[in-house]
């Protein structure tokens, strides 16, 4: 089955704990992108990946590293989270940027207290 | 200026109604549009996407788009209770180097249809 997949689902930690969500997606996809949502401020694009070690940074990036080692994975990396990246996070690719669809992941639930 | 403006809403309409959300655009250069749902919660789903000047229609759902006016609409005929959500409009921008496409999103209207 065609899918992305994120994990976790529920991350509940502390300031500055260093964390990694995870995401994978197994359609040969070129693109991959993350994207955190708050109330309010609909999707907002935090980095994303045109291909194998090609990286940029969206409207958010600030807190947040990525890499794209491999072309199926696009992890998230928060180094030293803070309580205002509490927030909803998603993962998606597409196969050609901005051409075709995106498929999204089920959603990371992140509380940082 | 937002490269993709949507009214927050929430927009209301009766059942059976049809629903009109709008969204704008700040790049001449786009050339794919997408409309999505998202339900409180849940991963946002494609309804429709669109390449090309006029109109689309998949069953309930109609997409218009007028790249001269860089506007992109999304019309839901015979609105149901289930179609309550928020819906995304999504479009494709230039990334930031290297000629890539990236895709930008609006903040969502919000959709209540009332029994």
């Known amino acids: 089955e065609a899918q992305v997949t994120q994990n976790p689902r529920y991350l509940i930690t502390v300031t500055g704990k260093k964390l990694t969500v995870t995401c994978s997606q197994n359609m040969n996809h070129e693109y991959m992108s993350w994207y955190r949502q708050d109330p309010g401020l609909g999707l907002r694009q935090i980095y994303y990946s045109m291909n194998v070690e090609v990286t940029d940074k969206g409207d958010v990036p600030e807190g947040y590293k990525v890499s794209r080692k491999e072309k199926r994975n696009f992890p998230l990396i928060l180094e030293s989270p803070s309580p205002n990246q509490t927030s909803l996070y998603f993962c998606?690719?597409?196969?050609?940027?901005?051409?075709?669809?995106?498929?999204f992941g089920n959603g990371t639930r992140l509380t940082v207290t | 200026q937002k490269e993709v403006e949507q009214n927050s809403g929430p927009l209301s309409v009766p059942e059976g109604a049809i629903a009109s959300l709008n969204c704008t655009y700040s790049?001449?250069?786009?050339?794919?549009f997408f409309w999505y749902r998202q339900y409180s919660g849940k991963s946002p789903e494609l309804i429709m996407f669109?390449?090309?000047?006029g109109d689309k229609e998949d069953g309930r759902f109609t997409a218009q788009l007028n790249k001269a006016s860089q506007y992109v609409s999304l019309l839901i005929r015979d609105s149901q209770p289930s179609d309550s959500a928020t819906y995304l409009c999504?479009?494709?921008?230039?990334?930031?180097?290297?000629?890539?496409?990236?895709?930008?999103f609006g903040t969502g209207t919000k959709l209540q249809v009332i029994p």
């Open positions: 669109i390449y090309s000047n």
């Open positions: 999504a479009v494709n921008i230039a990334a930031n180097s290297g000629g890539y496409q990236k895709v930008t």
């Open positions: 790049d001449r250069g786009s050339q794919s």
């Open positions: 998606a690719s597409s196969l050609t940027p901005g051409r075709t669809p995106l498929h």
